[in-house]
């Protein structure tokens, strides 16, 4: 497969080849633990300080609200589970979305069954959770809001300032993924007023297996592990030096080429949307893509499956996803069109196709040639077509 004919950014990214190269002299040439007392160690500390630095001006925090972790899924974890165990003393109601990541999902799932009470608000037929909703919503043993930025699958901004605010008007704290937003669009953790909030490095170029979760100063989490002090007591374990490196570097990137990137992808992507409602009939848009994330568009094709037409693209060197992404090999219809409203046949018949750094032009016209008679052939196939 041709990198230009990859569609599935909001997945993952490529490692960009600047981030690779600060990391490689870390892997062996200077290997050492950051928390050793030579000066070796002292320059792999010194790279930390710089990663971190980095990380929080991409978010405007402040270097000390930095913590690494291993990835989005961890940062989640550690905000939802260490805020509600710290004040289970304050409270036991927990509230998100029903659109959320599995990372929150199911960690809010895990905690219903310890006996928490959680509230998995609606949202409205575009993927929107209402302020007015969240407010009504908060009780006297409400601990934690957790509303992510952007969803992964369509895209949708969620109005965070607003429901942050109502979190605040009560004393609650306030948690966001932004893991689908960081390094797309910009994210200011003091303009939004969250308390905490999680992001991923291999969705901005960098490499797997990290992630940060900013915390804001003076708030107190438990630690989900137990070890050696490292992250101020707030995640133990010997630093991933390469990984914090990378992800530095990929953030410094992101911030210098974010404007960018929207300037080159929306067209893009507004491209797809077009040419698809040209050639396929019978197509829904979901979520709300003029006003959601400029690289991503999620479309039901009525009457096929979303893996077939992945299957046959793939097949012509196409990499797209249906459903969600992390779960893609499930044939669960995905939880986040079902709750917008999608019926089930439509939910198992969406695409998505999310846009990023070596896309072009070119890729996206093949894109476009190559759909109408996958669909074509896909349908004639299909019982539910003929018999419509
Ligand atoms: N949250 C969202 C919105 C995501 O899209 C993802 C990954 O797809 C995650 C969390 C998990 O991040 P990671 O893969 O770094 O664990």
Redesign the pocket.
């Known amino acids: 497969m041709e990198i230009n004919n990859y569609f599935d950014y ?3 990214t490529p490692v960009d080849p600047r981030v690779v190269d600060e990391m490689k002299p870390f892997f062996s040439e200077n290997f050492h633990n950051p928390s050793s007392f030579y000066s070796k160690a002292g320059e792999a500390s010194y790279a930390i300080k710089i990663a971190r630095e980095r990380v929080a001006k991409l978010i405007n925090a402040n270097e000390d609200e930095i913590f690494f972790t ?7 974890n550690l905000a939802v589970q260490g805020i509600v165990s710290r004040f289970k003393e304050k409270g036991n109601h927990i509230i998100t979305s029903s659109i ?5 999902l199911k960690t809010c799932e895990f905690l219903a069954k310890q006996g928490y009470e959680v509230t998995f608000l609606p949202v409205d037929e575009k993927g929107y959770v209402s302020p007015e909703e969240l407010k009504s919503s908060m009780k006297e043993n409400t601990i934690l809001v957790t509303i ?6 369509i895209g949708i901004i969620q109005p965070i300032k607003e429901l942050a605010k109502v979190a605040h008007s009560k004393g609650v704290y306030f948690h966001t ?4 937003t960081t390094g797309k669009i910009p994210v200011d953790v003091k303009a939004l007023d969250v308390d905490l909030l ?6 901005i170029y960098g490499p ?4 940060v979760l900013y915390k804001k100063k003076g708030i107190k989490v438990d630690p989900l592990l137990f070890g050696g002090g490292h992250e101020k007591g707030v995640r133990a374990g010997t630093e991933n030096v390469t990984g914090i490196i990378g992800l530095g570097k990929a953030a410094e990137l992101a911030l210098a080429e974010m404007d960018g990137e929207e300037k080159k992808l929306r067209p893009l992507r507004d491209r797809i949307k077009k040419g698809i409602f040209d050639t396929v009939p019978e197509i829904l848009v979901n979520g709300d893509p003029e006003n959601g994330l400029y690289n991503t568009l999620n479309v039901s094709i009525k009457y096929i499956e979303g893996e077939s037409i992945l299957a046959m693209l793939d097949g012509q060197g196409f990499a797209l996803s249906s459903g ?3 779960s893609s090999k499930s044939l669960e219809p995905s939880h986040v069109l079902l709750a917008i409203g999608l019926k089930h046949e439509d939910a198992h018949g969406s695409l998505r196709i999310s846009l990023g750094k070596y896309n072009t032009e070119e890729a996206v016209d093949g894109l476009l040639k190559a759909l109408p008679p996958v669909v074509e052939r896909l349908r004639s196939m299909s019982p539910f077509w003929q018999s419509k």
């Open positions: 909001n997945a993952t291993s990835g989005g899924t961890e940062s989640d959320e990541h599995p990372a929150v992510m930025h952007a969803n992964n699958e993924d932004a893991v689908q999680s992001f991923s490095s291999h969705k797997k297996g990290m992630g969600s992404a992390c």
